[in-house]
Each structure stands twice: as structure tokens, then as C-alpha cells.
């Protein structure tokens, strides 16, 4: 009887474990058109640094009089993306549909992976309340107390993305 739980259990983890996702060539194309293309180094809407599709610098990325190829920008792009990727790919615990995934690695290239992980959102889908994560996406439309219309228009492409099979 121990021997048959023991396999009962093992087939529940195999059936539960979710196996490392990526997103699409064409999903990065619709990252870099949310994103907006920006050669040279700016301050995004809540004053962080940005540079390329989206990129933040990391310690010891100088670009402060360098003007980023959109080559260049694309690569950072992928490597930002992968990092999302991996975060989304770790921290969920619950099999997804790959719009769902993209729309996930989406959110999380935008907030980052601290606010990500700390987020309700990723509590309740976790728990398995797939049809909580759009409410809790449109939370995130704000940038310093403000509502920024950028980000209401990203939230509702992303919302649509992750129910769109649902």
C-alpha cells in the first residue's frame, strides 16, 4: 500500500512540475513595439534610467554618451527577456498556457522580479485563481501615484494575452 502512494505521489509531482518555457521571435517583436526604441540613454515616466527596448542598465553598463544600434538594443532585449523568462519560470508553480507564459514574462520585463515575487498576483495564481491575475495586472498601470496611460494600454494587451485561451 506504501509503495502505491509513493507512485500515486510521484505521478502528481511529474503531472504538477512545470517544465522551463520560452517566449516567441514574434512575442519579442511585440515587446520591442510596447517598448518604443530610444538610442540613447532617458528617464522613463517614474524617472529610472532606460536605454534601447526598455533596458535599465546593470552595475557597470555605462551608456551615458553612447548611442545603442537597434542590433545592439535587440540584444539586450533578448538577454532582458530571458532574465523574465526565468523569473516567471521559477517563481510560478502552476502549468500555463504559452499566451498565458508571454503574457507573464511581459509583466514581469515591466515591474521586475522583486515586485513580481512579493506580488499578490503570483499568491493567488499559485493557489490556482488563474481568474484573479487579470484584476490584479490592471493594479500595476501606476508609476509613482500616477496612472499612466502607457501602462493601462500594456495591461490590457497583456490581460488580453493571458485570457485569451482561458
Keep these: 500500500?506504501?509503495?502505491?502512494?509513493?507512485?500515486v505521489?510521484?505521478?502528481?509531482?511529474?503531472?504538477?512540475?512545470?517544465d522551463d518555457v520560452t517566449i516567441s521571435d514574434r512575442f519579442v517583436q511585440h515587446i520591442e513595439r510596447?517598448?518604443?526604441?530610444?538610442?540613447r540613454l532617458y528617464q522613463d515616466t517614474g524617472g529610472v534610467w532606460t536605454i534601447g527596448y526598455?533596458?535599465?542598465?546593470?552595475?557597470?553598463?555605462?551608456f551615458e554618451k553612447r548611442t545603442l544600434t537597434r542590433d545592439e538594443a535587440l540584444a539586450l532585449l533578448k538577454h532582458d527577456i530571458e532574465e523574465a523568462e526565468a523569473v516567471v519560470n521559477r517563481l510560478v508553480a502552476v502549468n500555463l498556457k504559452q499566451e498565458q507564459f508571454d503574457a507573464l514574462v511581459s509583466f514581469?520585463?515591466?515591474?521586475?522580479?522583486?515586485?513580481?515575487?512579493?506580488s499578490t498576483l503570483l499568491r493567488k495564481l499559485n493557489a490556482g485563481?488563474?481568474?484573479a491575475v487579470p484584476d490584479q495586472m490592471r493594479r500595476w498601470s501606476r508609476d509613482k501615484g500616477r496612472v499612466i496611460a502607457g501602462l493601462v494600454a500594456r495591461r490590457s494587451a497583456e490581460i488580453a494575452l493571458f485570457t485569451g485561451d482561458c
Design 129 to 131: 485563481h488563474c481568474c
Design 34 to 39: 510596447l517598448e518604443g526604441f530610444r538610442a
Design 108 to 118: 514581469v520585463f515591466n515591474i521586475g522580479e522583486g515586485a513580481f515575487a512579493g
Design 54 to 62: 526598455g533596458h535599465v542598465p546593470e552595475p557597470g553598463e555605462d
Design 1 to 7: 500500500m506504501r509503495a502505491i502512494r509513493l507512485a
Design 9 to 18: 505521489l510521484a505521478l502528481l509531482l511529474v503531472a504538477t512540475q512545470v
